[in-house]
Each structure stands twice: as structure tokens, then as C-alpha cells.
């Protein structure tokens, strides 16, 4: 009975230990140890970032150009709507759109037929003036004759002059008629005026063509500008002889350069813009297709100003920021930018980074903030490479 007793009351200061000491707190400084001594194995060194000297840029100054926006289209200054001259019906167009053509080519035929028959009747009657002029001339000779020898009245006489000089207008009056004809059955044919290329076509085989009825459009590509429009307000600062930088839609990634030829007394009572005439730069690479858009800058100002190219920026929103590199350290800096160089496709810098700054030359996501950098050690071409080594006597 004794033991039972001993027995029962070990067993319950045991469980009375047991729960106390599951209810006491846990004593400070212990959890952080025990934690502590969890992140010291799984801790990592950072690990270097190996770079190049190439893969470094440094933050330079350089010159801006600034100035009015210019938007506008490209032109030809030769070009010419061939317009029908005569009312024809159209027998053949000898050109398509594309074609290139000289001065002098014939580009449409028209019907000539009734304009030769107008063109036979003049002559014919042409012919038959000039006979009775001659026979009127003829008439005044012998009347002279007569009236010398008293044979004749002057009344007479004075008839003969007026037939005479009503046969003379007769004849001039026909001869003009004739002349109008031969030209309306030149302008059958549609010639070229100038070397160039058809641009549109306007007309086809069959179709009639009444006076000013548009035919084809002749361009001469190589006297292409770009006619441009600046706001009024901006107007001011735009001069002859401004040099121009420009790109045009259908030629991606190439810059053309213009000078400002012209710039027009009177805005647009529209849109209250006005026309800048911009030729492009002796020498400089020119599109040969008009009519397409273009947009770019006049260059009447010039700035010194911080520039670094897109590749060496992260934009996120209205934010932007590089990576610099410091004390061999690569740090995210933050920056602001102003307007995009269209010439050099630069960003100016305005805040942020300071002339003489080493960053990255393009950014990447595996970037981090402290990261530490190594330079790759330069590769040295040894004297003695490609020689056997000496061998030890």
C-alpha cells in the first residue's frame, strides 16, 4: 500500500514540473540567439559583379541643340498637274505611276480627228483668201492704169483698195484660224515638261477628257524640301539659314538635315501656324517619295548640358534612375531628365549626376543597390608567348 502511495505522488510531481514549465515564458535573448545562429550558416557573401572598362561611361557635357518644333510633309519643288488642253476623248496613256520620263516624252494621246478636219478647213480656207487677195491686188494694178490714163473714176478706183484691203483681212483672219488649229492638234499629244517621274495617273483609255480635265502629275524627286509649320509663338526665333534636323515616317532610324530657305509673311488663319520652306543640306541624304509626314527641330539655340544615351537609363513612370559606380561599389541613383536630343538620340540630365560620374553603359534587372564590382583584369600579351619555355641545364 506504501508503494502505491510513493508511486502515485512521483508521478504527479512529475507532471506538475512538466506544466510549469511549459507555462514560463521564454527567457530573453534566446529566440534571437537561436536565430542568429540559423542566419550565420545560411548567410551568403554578396557576390561581385565582373566588368569591363567597356562596360563603363563617362557622364560628359556636351552642346544642345535647341530650338521650335517643326512639323510639315515632303514635296517636290518641280512638280506639275498635266491638264487636258482640248476636249478629246483619251486614246492612250503611255506612262503608269512610277514610270520615269524625259522632257519632250509623250505621256497621253487624244483624239485628234476633229481637230485635224478643223485644221484642213483652215488651211483650205487660208488658201482661198490668199487667191483673193492676189486677184484684188491684181484689180488695183490695172485700175491704176485706167485711172492714170484717165479711163476710170476715182469712185472706181477707190473700190478696188477696199476689196483689196478686205481681201488682206480675209486672209490674215484665216491664217490665224489655222495656226489655232495646228497648236489644238499639238495638244493632243501631252508631253513631259520637264525629266522626272509620273506620280499619279488620273485617266485611262476611253475616258473624256474636257478642258482642265487633270491627266497625270509629273514630280522631279531630286528637288525634294520639306514644308514645314511652326507655331506663331515660336515664330520669332526662326530665321534663314537655321540648320534643321528632321526625321520622316517609312525612313526609321535615319536623320535628315535642312536649312530654312523661307519663312512665310502670313500664318494660317486656321490653325494659325506658319509655313517654313526647309531645303535639304548640300550633300545630305534625301527621300524620294513625297507626301510624307515628318516631324524634327530648328536648331536656334545651343546649351551645354549632361547627356547619357537611353541604354544606360530605367524609366519607371515619370521617375528615371542609372546605375553609378562608386569606390568600386554600383549604386541606384536617381535622375531627372529633360527633352531627347533628336540627333544624337541622348537624354539630358538636368539633376542626379555630375560631369565626370562613371555608370553602367546599360542597365540590367540583375542589377542590386551596393552591389560590389570588380574590374576584369586587363589581357596582357606576353613577349615570350608561342616560344617553348627554356629548359634548365
Avoid at 532610324?253 to 509673311?265: I, K, L, S, T
Wanted: positive net charge; glycine residues 8%.
Amino acid at each position: 500500500m506504501l508503494r502505491k502511495t510513493i508511486l502515485v505522488l512521483a508521478v504527479a510531481t512529475t507532471l506538475v514540473a512538466c506544466s510549469k514549465e511549459a507555462r514560463e515564458p521564454a527567457k530573453p535573448g534566446a529566440g534571437t540567439a537561436q536565430a542568429a545562429a540559423r542566419d550565420g550558416k545560411d548567410a551568403k557573401p554578396a557576390v561581385k559583379l565582373l566588368i569591363s572598362p567597356e562596360d563603363l561611361l563617362t557622364v560628359q557635357s556636351n552642346s544642345v541643340s535647341s530650338g521650335p518644333v517643326i512639323t510639315g510633309s515632303v514635296q517636290p519643288e518641280r512638280k506639275a498637274d498635266l491638264r487636258a488642253e482640248v476636249s478629246a476623248v483619251v486614246l492612250q496613256v503611255l506612262k503608269e505611276n512610277g514610270d520615269v520620263v524625259k522632257r519632250g516624252d509623250v505621256l497621253v494621246k487624244l483624239d485628234e480627228t476633229s481637230i485635224r478636219d478643223s485644221l484642213n478647213s483652215a488651211e483650205a480656207a487660208s488658201r482661198a483668201a490668199k487667191q483673193a487677195l492676189d486677184q484684188a491686188e491684181r484689180h488695183v494694178e490695172r485700175m491704176k492704169t485706167l485711172r492714170t490714163s484717165g479711163m476710170t473714176s476715182a469712185q472706181a478706183m477707190d473700190d478696188s483698195e477696199v476689196r483689196r484691203n478686205n481681201a488682206s483681212s480675209d486672209l490674215a483672219a484665216a491664217r490665224t484660224r489655222a495656226v489655232q488649229a495646228r497648236q489644238q492638234l499639238q495638244r493632243t499629244l501631252v508631253r513631259a515638261p520637264f525629266d522626272g517621274v509620273v506620280s499619279e495617273r488620273k485617266v485611262s483609255a476611253g475616258d473624256t477628257a474636257s478642258v482642265g480635265k487633270e491627266l497625270l502629275k509629273v514630280i522631279d524627286p531630286t528637288s525634294m524640301r520639306f514644308e514645314g509649320r511652326v507655331s506663331a509663338d515660336r515664330i520669332a526665333m526662326v530665321k534663314p539659314g537655321q540648320a534643321v534636323s528632321f526625321r520622316i515616317n517609312g525612313y526609321a532610324g535615319q536623320e535628315f538635315r535642312g536649312v530654312v530657305r523661307r519663312v512665310d509673311p502670313a500664318a494660317n488663319e486656321v490653325t494659325r501656324q506658319v509655313e517654313v520652306l526647309v531645303g535639304f543640306a548640300p550633300g545630305a541624304a534625301q527621300p524620294h517619295v513625297s507626301g510624307l509626314y515628318g516631324e524634327g527641330r530648328i536648331e536656334s539655340e545651343a546649351t551645354s548640358a549632361l547627356m547619357l544615351p537611353e541604354g544606360a537609363l530605367v524609366k519607371a513612370g515619370d521617375s528615371a534612375f542609372a546605375w553609378r559606380l562608386k569606390d568600386r561599389t554600383l549604386n541606384k541613383v536617381g535622375v531627372k531628365l529633360g527633352p531627347r536630343d533628336m540627333r544624337s538620340g541622348q537624354y539630358e540630365v538636368r539633376s542626379g549626376l555630375a560631369a565626370g560620374d562613371t555608370v553602367m553603359r546599360t542597365a540590367s534587372s540583375t542589377f542590386t543597390d551596393g552591389q560590389p564590382v570588380q574590374m576584369a583584369a586587363a589581357k596582357v600579351a606576353s613577349a615570350n608567348a608561342g616560344q617553348p619555355a627554356a629548359q634548365g641545364k
